[in-house]
């Protein structure tokens, strides 16, 4: 089983959807959560870091259930902007905090 | 402007010819990182640095050399490259520990 993993997608939605992705992880021990952004041939940009508690940003919100070992992004009001790579980001426990895990991500079109 | 900084962006070269993909950055950082990406395995580390002199392994190490002698200044070396690490390989940095993570804009390395 990989570490981390998310469903590749594609997910086409029209403008004005709501999607969610989810990414689970086999550490239950793994300490901090991240989605970036990764547009086409780009570099990964942050998105969100994900809080124990969820944490929202404009129509994004990010969601972390440590009993089910996965963590969420909802994308509310899908915009043709949104289009992209979704990355999921792990940190693995007694690493220091230095090493990162990677899903493969999810991608989402979305269309006008 | 903050930024991370990699070059050569794009390169073609032959098994065994030796390479350096030079990363710099002008945001005082203390954590770097190296990643490549290839289809359908997301982002894989391969060394990262916590400070000046300080270089530890990632998950896909072998056939890569780094070095950090500057804190802006962080170079993958390959001393003999192979066909399979052809690939994209970004380099990131956080102000401290693997945390949000600024990547440069990527180097596409082809090895004949």
């Known amino acids: 089983r990989k570490e981390v993993e998310q469903d590749p997608g594609p997910f086409n939605v029209p403008e004005g959807a709501t999607v969610a992705f989810n990414c689970t992880y086999s550490?239950?021990?793994?300490?901090?959560f991240f989605w970036y952004r990764q547009d086409c041939r780009k570099e990964p940009k942050l998105l969100m870091s994900?809080?124990?508690s969820g944490n929202e940003d404009g129509r994004f919100t990010a969601q972390l259930n440590r009993a089910s070992q996965y963590i969420s992004l909802l994308i509310r009001d899908s915009k043709l902007s949104d289009s992209a790579t979704y990355l999921c980001?792990?940190?693995?426990?007694?690493?220091?905090?230095?090493?990162?895990?990677f899903g493969a991500g999810t991608r989402l079109f979305v269309k006008a | 402007e903050a930024q991370v900084t990699q070059n050569p962006r794009y390169l073609i070269t032959v098994t065994g010819k030796k390479l350096t993909v030079t990363c710099s950055q002008n945001m005082n950082h203390e954590y770097m990182s190296w990643y490549r990406q290839d289809p359908g395995l997301g982002l894989r580390q391969i060394y990262y640095s916590m400070n000046v002199e300080v270089t530890d392994k990632g998950d896909v190490p072998e056939g890569y050399k780094v070095s950090r002698k500057e804190k802006r200044n962080f170079p993958l070396i390959l001393e003999s490259p192979s066909p399979n690490q052809t690939s994209l390989y970004f380099c990131?940095?956080?102000?401290?520990?693997?945390?949000?993570?600024?990547f440069g804009a990527g180097s596409r390395l082809t090895v004949l």
């Open positions: 990131a940095s956080s102000r401290s520990g693997a945390n949000v993570l600024t």
């Open positions: 994900v809080y124990s």
């Open positions: 980001v792990v940190r693995p426990p007694n690493t220091g905090g230095f090493k990162t895990i």
């Open positions: 550490n239950s021990a793994s300490q901090s």
